[in-house]
């Protein structure tokens, strides 16, 4: 296993990986994705070669300022709540910890507390 995830079907595997509950594949757009809960989760840019994960704006500016090799923006995205990841930047650690919140912000609270309880 490399230290750094390179594209999407890595992404996408190492996603899945995670054995989180409620996760479905789906192609919004025409472009493979996952969904948790029904709600965007993990996917590849449309518009640049990079993964495409949750973040606050002034999260993304701070990422943003002390990696620019690693996270930017693309315009398209600049409106969201998102941050691009280049390809073969995606840290494992950072990008396992990020998709498990994004889970948890996606999951009901109601659904949350059963599974926390387990």
Known sequence: MTEVIQNWAEL?????ALALPKIT??????H?????FGKMWCYWSYYEDAA????????????MAAEPATFFLHPHYAPHNLVLVRAGRIDRAWARARLIQQWRDAAPKRFLKDWDAR
């Open 12 to 16: 996408k595997a190492f996603a899945l």
């Open 25 to 30: 594949l789906a192609t919004p757009w025409g």
């Open 32 to 36: 493979e994705a996952l969904k948790a």
């Open 52 to 63: 495409v994960f949750k973040a606050s704006r002034d999260e993304r500016e701070m990422l």
